[in-house]
Structure formats: C-alpha cells, structure tokens
C-alpha cells in the first residue's frame, strides 16, 4: 500500500490522479474509480495540495470522530481562495457566522438552538404535512398526462417546499428572485472560488440579507413552528445566536438542504427503477420497504459524494499507517467508502433488503448532518407515495443523463411514464 506525498511510484502516481479526477472532474460512473482508489491507497496524500482523501469504510468511520480533526474557518477560507482573504467582503462576513466552523462546545450549543425544528421527534410531526406535498406535487405530475421529468416536477420542488416550511421562508413558488440568489451564494462551498464568483455572491447575499431581515420582522410576534421563531424564542432566553447568526445560518441549511435532498430522491428512483426487481420488493409492501429503500440508496449512489477541505488537524494523527501532521487536511470520500466490499458483501449490488446498512453518506462525529432525520422521512414517504400510486412507473430514457459534478452525485432529467 503506498500513498504519502513524498513517494514517488507507478501506484502513488496511479492513486493521485484517480483523487484528482474524483474531486474535479468525476466520470459519469466513478464507481470503478472508487474501487481502485481504496484498493491500491485507502489514505492519500494528493500531491497537488498536500490534503489527504480517505476512502475505505472503517478507516472513514474513525477519522470522521476524531477530535484532533477541527473545524479552522481562516484556513478552510485560505485553501478555497488560494492565498490572502478579504474578509470584509459580505460574503464573507456572512460566511463567517455559519455555526458549522465551530467546534465544541461552543458548536454544539449553537447546534442544539439551529437544530430543534429538525430534531427526530420535530421531523415525525412534519410527517402529515409532508404527505400532503408529495401528493399535491405527483397530482400535478399525473396531470400532465404522459411522460413527465420527475427531476423538473417532483425531486427539486418537494426538498425546497419542504425546508421553507421548516425554516420559516416565504414560500418557494413566486419567489424566484431571492431563489436565484441562492445559487450565487451556493457557489461559494466550492472547493475554490473565483473572484467572479465572489462578487455574484456578495450581491446575493446582499439581497438575501435584506429579504431576511424583513422575514424576521414578521416571524418576532409569530406563533408558528419554525427554526425562525424557535431561534428567535431562544434568544429571548439568552442563546448564543445574534440575527446575524439567525441569517446567516437559516441560509446555509437552505443551501445544504436542497440539491443534496433532490440529489438523493433522483437518484433513488432511478436505483429502483434499473432494479426492476427492487421497485417490484418496494411495490409489494411500500410501508414496511421505503425505509429500507432509502438507506440502499444512501449508500449505493450518494448524493455527496466528498466534503471539501473542512477537517484540519491540529496534531499529528495515524490513520491506517499514516501519518497526517498538523496543519493538514482530511478530506472525507463517502462515494467509495459505502461501496468497500470489507463492509458490504457484493456491494455494487443495489439491495433494499440488505441488513445493518449504515452508510457515512451523512458525516459522522459532532458535525454529523443534522438534516439527516429530515430527508429520510421526507425520502421515504416519497418512494413509498410514488410505488403505492403508480407501480407501473417506467423509464422513458434508460441512461438518465448525470450532471457532472465533483462534489455531489445527481441525475440531470428523469423522464418516466407514471401509469
Ligand atoms: C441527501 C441529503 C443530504 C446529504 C447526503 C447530506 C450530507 C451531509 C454531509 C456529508 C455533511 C457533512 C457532515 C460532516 O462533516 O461530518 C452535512 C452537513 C450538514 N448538513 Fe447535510 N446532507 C443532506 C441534507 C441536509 C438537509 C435537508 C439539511 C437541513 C435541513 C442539511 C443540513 C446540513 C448542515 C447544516 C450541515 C453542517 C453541519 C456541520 O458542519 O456542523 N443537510 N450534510
């Protein structure tokens, strides 16, 4: 097993490129890829930048709780701008309040105040009103009559309705103005930025900023049930948490929350509707199969596929016989990690009725997604809604075009027939 920046050999060199394809220019299949990489270098050191990816299931698991790997706000900043950092910029400032660069235990008390409208017990009693969606956005589909792209109808529209209910935005549908603002303002998690980038994403934010501070206004005197007014109602008790911090990361979990969720009901559906013989399994019994779907397809073709250099270490830790020192980065890869044959039998096999599938698709550690109660019931209600409707659903285009991304897995267009 090779893979330290310092060796020079046919494999270090084999294992370096594959991770530099992976983070910036996957295959349309990077399966393969995955495979070879946690093959031939489970840890590696990429010699472009000096971080290191690691890939193989249990070696993730450990590196994703440990706590010498830290969240560092200046050094994540100075990785993804390639040098010195203006951090007047409103962006930035905006950027800067994201309870996510915290590490314990200051994070975990902004954490608790953010996560209370997403926690298990909050997510159950979305569940009425989450059915209510799912059904409203397939009659519509059905209305259409025909073929119907599911990307366009169903998996983007019911994720964003969904998280501004939950957080208390106005609702999606004739707000398209701060919408495309978010997009600007998304661009900014990439794993480097260009200055065009950020001067689209310091007028976003601008504009966002101002479209939350009158939310805010209203939301003071509301009675409603939402991370807002949950916020809100906890600083009156002396939270940590200013309107800055309210704003700022309100915005983020809408930006975490929606292509990640789209990305993993396409690719869901597109699973179960390759493995016609697993649609059929979730057909016969959509209650008791849509939890297990959901994790299959959790682990069998994740939505996020990596997480950009946001685990610095800040003393030498020893994963797999390496050494990552101080100063350097870990970057997780959960793609190949759910697919290590050393953690799941024949794991390229798509299987709803697998056991003990718990794959790392969300993270792990204190900074484990706090989404992830959200999108399993809002995932599983979906597929369980979409195989008791129409469980003759078939795909019009068998090779559903992917958009090539690098940090995230999705499917581009999902035409189906429903009946
Ligand atoms: C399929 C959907 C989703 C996937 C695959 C996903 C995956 C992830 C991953 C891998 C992380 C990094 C965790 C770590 O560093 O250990 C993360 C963080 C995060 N996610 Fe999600 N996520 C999804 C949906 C959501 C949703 C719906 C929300 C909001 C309701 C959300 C909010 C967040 C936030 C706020 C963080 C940052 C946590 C932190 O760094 O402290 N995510 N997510």
Redesign the pocket.
């Known amino acids: 097993m090779t893979s330290q920046k310092i060796e020079t050999s046919p494999l270090y060199d084999e294992a370096d490129e594959i991770a530099r394809q992976l983070l910036s220019d996957p295959p349309d299949d990077p399966y393969p890829l995955y495979h070879r990489l946690r093959e031939i270098a489970p840890v590696h050191q990429m010699s472009t930048t000096g971080d290191w990816v690691v890939s193989s299931y249990e070696l993730l698991a450990d590196a994703?709780r440990e706590p010498r790997f830290v969240?560092d706000f200046d050094d994540l900043m100075r990785r993804q701008h390639g040098g010195e950092v203006d951090y007047a910029r409103p962006i930035l400032k905006h950027r800067a309040c994201q309870?996510?660069h915290a590490n314990p235990p200051e994070?975990m008390k902004k954490?608790s105040v953010?996560s209370k409208s997403?926690t298990p017990v909050a997510v159950s009693k979305l569940e009425e009103e989450i059915t209510g969606y799912v059904n409203e956005l397939l009659d519509a589909a059905e209305a259409q009559g025909g073929e119907v792209d599911l990307i366009e109808h169903f998996s983007h529209a019911l994720?964003l309705k969904l998280?501004c209910r939950?957080l208390g935005f106005p609702s999606p549908e004739g707000n398209p103005a701060w919408l495309g603002s978010f997009s600007a303002y998304g661009s900014t998690f990439l794993p480097s930025i260009t200055e065009q980038m950020l001067d689209d994403a310091d007028k976003a934010i601008l504009d966002l900023n101002e479209m939350m501070a009158e939310q805010l206004e209203t939301m003071r005197t509301s009675s409603s049930d939402t991370m807002i007014t949950q916020v809100l109602r906890a600083q009156e008790q002396g939270a940590p948490l200013s309107d800055d911090d309210l704003m700022a990361?309100t915005i983020?979990?809408?930006a975490?929350?929606?292509h990640?969720?789209a990305?993993?009901i396409g690719n869901a559906i597109l699973a179960l509707l390759h493995h016609r013989d697993q649609w059929e399994l979730l057909v016969a019994d959509p209650v008791g199969r849509a939890k297990g779907a959901v994790e299959e397809a959790?682990r069998y073709d994740?939505?996020?596929l990596a997480?950009p250099p946001?685990?610095l270490a800040v003393e030498d830790v020893e994963i797999g016989g390496f050494t990552i020192r101080a100063g350097e980065v870990m970057i997780?890869l959960?793609g190949p990690a759910n697919r290590d044959p050393k953690r799941y039998p024949n794991p390229d096999a798509f299987d709803i009725t697998r056991e003990d599938v718990r794959p790392?698709?969300?993270?792990?550690?204190?900074?484990?997604?706090?989404?992830?109660h959200?999108?399993r019931t809002?995932?599983q209600i979906a597929l369980r809604i979409l195989a008791t409707r129409f469980p003759n659903m078939r795909l019009v285009d068998e090779d559903a075009p992917r958009l090539i991304m690098p940090l995230q897995r999705e499917v581009g267009a999902l035409r189906v027939r429903l009946t």
């Open positions: 994703l969240r309870f996510s994070y954490r953010l997403i994720p998280i939950v990361n983020f979990m809408l975490a929350a929606v990640t969720s990305a993993l959790l994740n939505a996020v997480n946001s685990r997780p959960y790392l698709s969300f993270g792990g550690g204190p900074h484990v997604c706090p989404g992830q959200l999108v809002q995932t």
